[in-house]
């Protein structure tokens, strides 16, 4: 239990935490996968919480064992570390067999007791990787910047390994590799121990059997029967085509040769034409299009002129067509069908347009190789950014991938496009008189279409339009609603062509600018006029909004999620009806963020704060008084808080500037935890640096200078990252990767300080409180994830840097009395 650096076997040591560490973080990433799979994409801040969990409980246990632990560094390393290889297998065959089920949360009171258990087992391999470095920091007092450094950089590491293995590993195939090098990791502490070598081989060779051998099916993640592709292939006759995989995902084809896949949103009941065989399209089990077949030529897609996307070349001839959203190929069809003399299509997933190109290509006419059609694979907010050309017709529709799912499990997830700034960067890039179409699908009571109306609204007046009013048609069919708006005012001419349309098919009117009552609502009749009463209550100003039912509230960059739609003013209401068919309008993705902060809560107290309770009631007694004891509570509370608040907040804007998510990803988390790192270990440098500072205040206050510095740039980043993003839009993406990276070391770096400083400070005059100060901090970071995302949904990032802000300047604060 030295305090000194680190000397016999460090290097191994250092590795060993590396290897732990990377191999917990790559944990997260393929749990990430197996959630997407199993449930939807937007548990990011659960599985960041449950392994947060995990660490903390390994710092109780480290706090009530650590003289029985400590006494035997090295078996007790060696343990911790097999426990962590054999529990990953065991956890993930077990996670997705508990019955937790996301979207019966509303009726099934037992969900809770579930979400509870999955939080609780997919945690345990977490405890045990941070067993393995608390018990490290706790033997090596005198390193802990060191090994520090070595936690945050093999998280780093082991972060872009597993967002490269996924390129050619199953999720199932990941877990095992994960588990091997905590296998590794051990035998190379054991080596540093000359005794129960025998018993060590045998026990280190029985998991390395049992990794190997784990059947491959236990592993398997269990796709809820509520997502699309479960559902459809309980369909007889359907059967799998293709299924490919990356980090972004699973990306699986289905056709059937009994009745065939025949998609047409909003057709019109009195089209002469009918839609030819599909292709059906899934991401992770959730329903992202279909690929038509184009074997028959323009002539096969006839249909296309009887839904209501074709209602933007009523109002344009022959335009230059931009497709956002690509999908299987339907919308670029619809330009060659109208013989567009220029079609620009947009594809987030590679993926998916790779079906349509190689697999499927004849299946699809070879749509993407006709001569005008010009495919990239880019985001969407990113290529609108990047583009100079203008264009006649920006086309959004259900056939693509840019429109979001009307099924549940997306209301969490940003829709960068459907922000007051994304509609604005697609109105700029259209010719004066071109036309911005989006189809949504119909909700009822009205939801999605009226949020985009009022999107469309507030970036027409921010483009300084006075009456955007005049902009703007609305028509709406037995299933979907289309707005078609313009940079130019509708003119009598337009206005009439989009009469003639919805007579022709049997369409509903919602809004033009010369409309009137008793031209809405005559085809497909509603209660009320629902559309267009809330439009003219849109046109007016901010009252609508207030008074609706649900947050119709644009969505904007710094709180982007257009699918939320959920308002506590009605919540009672519609739990009261839930049985009554209200279930589908309670937003259970929202319910289950409170309920996975309450898990959260309930389930650290129990793991982590009661445990710690005797021991904080044995040093407060060993106190002159109990204020500086509380003070230390703090100052750990507020780093685990303040790390995950920053940390978050600064994601979710690189995502944006980086255009890909997937791209995001392996640039920000793995830049984020690397010069974290490194600040830690120049943590001891700031120290001695301190300690001959000149200005009393700040003597021997290494904290408070890192703190300082942590709010001076994130001050700054605040101010200059819109610009560097609106500048650097058009940059190649190698530059933008290498621009980020630095961006990001500049505040990360000083993000990576205060936690060991804490810590060796504490080490040096109260040793025995460093397991209780690792409790504390894994606790607080805990529910840092899920309330920094509460705190966005409802103040947005910003509010959530302000706060993270504040809680460093309180650590600093209480630096002193450590």
Not at 140 to 162: F, K, N, P, S
Not at 216 to 244: C, D, E, N, Y
Not at 522 to 548: C, D, M, T
Request: net charge positive; glycine share 10%; proline share 6%.
């Amino acid at each position: 239990m030295s305090g000194s650096p680190l000397q016999d076997g460090g290097r191994r040591l250092l590795v060993a935490v590396a290897l732990v560490s990377g191999a917990a973080l790559g944990y997260e990433l393929v749990l990430l996968r197996f959630f997407s799979l199993m449930y939807w994409s937007q548990f990011a801040h659960l599985i960041i919480g449950m392994a947060l969990l995990g660490f903390g409980v390994s710092g109780t246990i480290l706090a009530l064992l650590q003289d029985r632990l400590l006494r035997n560094f090295h078996r007790s390393f060696c343990c911790s570390a097999l426990l962590f290889t054999f529990t990953l297998p065991v956890a993930t065959s077990l996670a997705g067999r508990l019955g937790f089920n996301p979207p019966e949360v509303i009726w099934d009171g037992g969900q809770l007791g579930r979400l509870a258990a999955v939080f609780s087992l997919v945690s345990l391999p977490f405890a045990c990787a941070g067993l393995c470095i608390g018990l490290t920091m706790r033997w090596q007092t005198g390193a802990v910047a060191r090994i520090y450094r070595a936690d945050l950089t093999g998280a780093a590491g082991g972060a872009l390994l597993i967002m490269v293995l996924l390129f050619v590993l199953s999720p199932q195939g990941a877990v095992r590799l994960l588990a091997l090098a905590g296998l590794t990791a051990a035998a190379l502490v054991s080596r540093g121990e000359g005794r129960g070598r025998r018993s060590w081989r045998l026990a280190a060779t029985a998991i390395a059997l049992l990794i190997i051998l784990w059947p491959t099916q236990w592993l398997a993640p269990v796709m809820s029967p509520f997502k699309g592709l479960a559902q459809a292939l309980h369909v007889p006759g359907i059967h799998i085509a293709a299924r490919t995989r990356s980090p972004a995902g699973e990306f699986t084809a289905l056709r059937s040769d009994a009745i065939p896949f025949r998609f047409a949103p909003g057709l019109s009941m009195v089209a002469p034409a009918t839609p030819p065989e599909q292709i059906a399209l899934f991401h992770d089990g959730d329903p992202v299009g279909m690929i038509l077949q184009g074997t028959g030529g323009p002539e096969a897609m006839e249909f296309l002129r009887w839904t209501p996307m074709a209602l933007p070349y009523v109002l344009v001839d022959r335009p230059r067509v931009l497709v956002l959203g690509a999908g299987g190929g339907g919308d670029v069809w619809h330009a060659v069908l109208e013989q567009a003399p220029l079609i620009d299509a947009v594809e987030p997933s590679g993926e998916l347009s790779d079906f349509v190109r190689f697999p499927f290509a004849d299946f699809a006419g070879a749509i993407h190789g006709r001569s005008g059609v010009r495919l990239y694979r880019h985001d969407v907010r990113g290529f609108l950014a990047a583009a100079r050309d203008r264009y006649d017709l920006i086309q959004v529709s259900p056939l693509g991938t840019a429109t979001p799912p009307a099924a549940g499990g997306h209301a969490l997830d940003p829709q960068y496009l459907y922000t007051v700034e994304g509609i604005r960067q697609a109105l700029a890039r259209l010719s004066e008189g071109g036309i911005l179409a989006v189809t949504l699908a119909l909700d009822l009571p009205p939801r999605s279409a009226v949020k985009m109306l009022a999107t469309v609204a507030e970036a027409l007046r921010l483009e300084r339009h006075p009456d955007p009013s005049r902009h703007v048609a609305v028509i709406r069919t037995w299933n979907t609603v289309t707005i078609a708006a313009s940079p130019a005012p509708l003119s009598p001419q337009r206005q009439e062509a989009v009469r003639a349309f919805c007579r022709t098919r049997a369409f509903d009117l919602v809004w033009l600018p010369d409309i009137g009552p008793a031209e809405v609502n005559r085809v497909n009749v509603l209660q009320r006029p629902f559309f267009y009463e809330a439009a003219r209550e849109i046109w007016q100003g901010e009252g609508y909004r207030l008074s609706h039912p649900f947050n119709i509230v644009p969505a904007t960059d710094d709180r982007p999620w257009f699918g939320h739609f959920f308002r506590w003013s009605s919540f009672g209401d519609l739990w009261a009806q839930r049985a009554a068919g209200s279930a589908a309008m309670l937003e259970w993705e929202y319910l289950l963020l409170w309920m996975s902060l309450a898990v959260a809560v309930t389930v650290s107290l129990l793991l982590i704060a009661l445990p710690l309770h005797p021991l904080y009631r044995t040093q407060r007694h060993q106190q002159s008084g109990t204020g500086g004891y509380a003070l230390r509570i703090v100052y750990f509370a507020a780093l685990g808080l303040a790390f995950f608040f920053l940390e978050i907040a600064f994601i979710q804007q690189f995502v944006l500037f980086l255009n890909q998510p997937l791209l995001a990803m392996a640039v920000v988390v793995p830049s984020f935890l690397l010069f974290a790192g490194g600040g830690s270990g120049y943590a001891d440098r700031l120290a001695a640096r301190a300690a001959a500072f000149g200005r009393p205040g700040l003597r021997d206050r290494p904290v408070a200078l890192a703190a300082a510095a942590i709010v001076t740039v994130a001050a700054v980043y605040l101010w200059l990252l819109p610009l560097v993003f609106h500048a650097g839009a058009a940059w190649p993406a190698l530059l933008r990767v290498v621009v980020s990276i630095l961006l990001i070391g500049g505040l990360a770096f000083w993000m990576g300080m205060p936690f060991p400083l804490g810590l060796g400070r504490l080490g040096r005059n109260r040793p025995a409180f460093v397991p209780f100060a690792w409790g504390v901090n894994g606790f607080f970071s805990v529910i840092s994830t899920t309330a920094a995302t509460i705190l966005a949904l409802h103040g947005g990032f910003r509010l959530v840097i302000a706060a993270a802000l504040g809680l460093y300047l309180l650590a600093a604060a209480c630096e002193r009395r450590l």
